[in-house]
């Protein structure tokens, strides 16, 4: 199923199954497996392919060539089918161009993965990583500018937005 407003470029391959929200934007060359669930406003870039069990909420945002994974450990001789990961990107997360998610994790709310980052653990809300392996650098504002903190509260530069950490994570207050 694909929702209004969705725009496939060509050279893409959407299997049966797949779900694709409203207002999505899907690159060239883009790979959608039967068991993939993508919300609303999300833009795939070019050379991406989401693999089965792969969910990306709203608004997320996949940069050229990035990868996501869905077998921990893959060997052409072994099938393992019955072992992909489940991978969940939330809302308005954005991953870098080819950045590398490793299957099995979740990238939190609006968290910002640079490119050429690998992903191998899980990243909370708000978080700034980048690297190999993806650490976490900063805090970073739904609006995508870098907060900086003064003891436990932050007030977004660009938009205004205040934010909370509590211990390892923060939250928009």
Known sequence: MVG???KIWHFSHVMGGARIGENCS??????????????????????VSVYD????????FC?????????????CEVSRKNEYRRTLIKRGASIGANATVVCGH??????????????????????LVYGNPARLRGWICRCGVKMSFSGKK?????????YAKEGDSVREK
Not at 53 to 60: A, N
Not at 106 to 127: E, K, M, N, Q
Not at 154 to 162: I, L, R, T
């Open 154 to 162: 932050a007030v977004c530069s660009a938009c205004g937005a205040k």
């Open 4 to 6: 209004k407003g969705t």
């Open 26 to 47: 899907l690159g060239q060359n883009v790979n959608v497996g039967s068991r993939v669930r993508i919300g609303n406003g999300v833009k795939i870039q070019n050379n």
């Open 63 to 75: 940069g050229p060539s990035m990868v996501f994974t869905n077998v921990f450990n893959p060997r």
């Open 106 to 127: 979740t990238i939190g709310r609006y968290a910002f993965v640079g490119a050429g980052s690998v992903v191998t653990r899980d990243l909370p809300d708000f978080a």
């Open 53 to 60: 069990d792969v969910e990306l909420e709203d608004f997320v």
